[in-house]
């Protein structure tokens, strides 16, 4: 046979196959593939009505726009996908792309130099807790994520923990004996310890039933957390103490961030920025607002302690710097001290 009856046939059938493979797969040309949008998985375990929350969707909303649609970001709020200890797992094995989890919840990653932020009143206000993140102390503590996978890529603040309970708080021996839920630090631990208490670890989805219960009898938290919680409905007491400080780190999955087009990357880079400004922007009116929303209900009583009582929970909880200083690292302690402008309490 001429080989050119051959070849014909031949360029026939590879031309069907590549038809058929367009056809079962969706992908028509390389034009398409291009299209296909990378999308971001970004979970949270608050509500979507907070400071993180908002902080989230702004990155998302940002996100979309600047990359014209190349990116989609997904956000889960609420837990509705993970709990605090599976989300960090799940962004580990790639099954999320990015959250933004407490200060107070990295330890469990094998980074327990995060828990230096968890220490009691090392914050005399915001200013030193972002004196701290914006400078290279916050960097080197985000460059100790990598080795674990993750890509450390902003902080945002959420201000200063109050307590609550069913008894008034104002005192020390107030706390003794009372069961509080704290994060995942041992610091958080150390502190309710050092104040009388009994500290439960919990995730911060099973806190309101925990309350409702009386598995716990109260908890520290910021008031946009504890108003979008409804924790008012649940406690009777709350105590403005400012005696801890909550802030997040907004991380990814370290090899899904460096996998990224280059282009990509950077106009992220920069959603990840203008949302950090905006979050951390919104997070002190947010908590107000809330407070001013607790207290409206009428459903607790809210309490502002006194210098002297302050005096009182400072003394009985500065020996926890001391007693922490070996699990979070003597250098970390003196570099967030210098960095805050911290001063012993006489
Ligand atoms: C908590 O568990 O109390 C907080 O970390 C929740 C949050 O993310 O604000």
């Not at 009505?49 to 014209?68: I, M, Q, S, V, Y």
């Not at 993140?133 to 503590?141: E, I, K, M, N, S």
């Amino acid at each position: 046979m001429p080989q050119a009856t051959l070849r014909r046939p031949r360029r026939l059938a590879l031309a069907a196959i590549a038809a058929a493979t367009v056809a079962a797969f969706g992908l028509a040309t390389p034009a398409a593939f291009a299209q296909a949008p990378i999308v971001i998985k970004f979970s949270h375990v608050v509500a979507a009505d907070t400071p993180k929350g908002k902080g989230a969707l702004r990155f998302k909303e940002l996100a979309e726009e600047r990359t014209k649609g190349r990116v989609k970001v997904e956000l889960f709020p609420n837990s509705q996908l993970y709990k605090d200890k599976e989300e960090m797992e799940a962004l580990q094995l790639g099954s999320v792309q990015m959250l933004a989890p407490s200060l107070a919840k990295f330890a469990p990653l094998g980074v327990k130099e995060f828990e230096v932020f968890d220490l009691p009143f090392i914050f005399k206000d915001d200013a030193a807790f972002r004196a701290v993140t914006t400078g290279p102390v916050g960097a080197d503590l985000l460059k100790k994520l990598e080795p674990k996978g993750v890509q450390g890529l902003a902080y945002w603040d959420n201000g200063f923990h109050i307590m609550s309970a069913n008894k008034p708080l104002h005192a020390v021996a107030d706390f003794k004996g009372q069961k509080m839920r704290i994060q995942s630090s041992k610091v958080l631990d150390a502190q309710m310890r050092a104040l009388g208490a009994i500290p439960q670890v919990m995730a911060f989805s099973e806190l309101y039933q925990a309350l409702q219960t009386g598995v716990v009898d109260g908890t520290e938290g910021v008031p946009s957390n504890f108003y979008t919680q409804k924790i008012y409905e649940v406690q009777k007491h709350m105590t403005v103490s400012n005696h801890g400080h909550l802030a997040y780190a907004v991380i990814a999955n370290k090899k899904f961030w460096d996998g990224l087009p280059a282009d990509i990357r950077t106009i992220l880079e920069g959603a990840v920025k203008d949302s950090t400004t905006y979050a951390n922007a919104i997070a002190s009116t947010e908590n107000a607002t809330s407070m001013d929303r607790i207290k409206a209900s009428g459903k607790v009583t809210v309490y502002t302690l006194t210098p002297a009582e302050t005096n009182e929970w400072k003394k009985a909880l500065m020996p926890v710097h001391k007693e922490m200083e070996s699990r979070v690292g003597k250098d970390t302690v003196a570099a967030v001290y210098k960095a805050a402008g911290f001063v012993a309490p006489k």
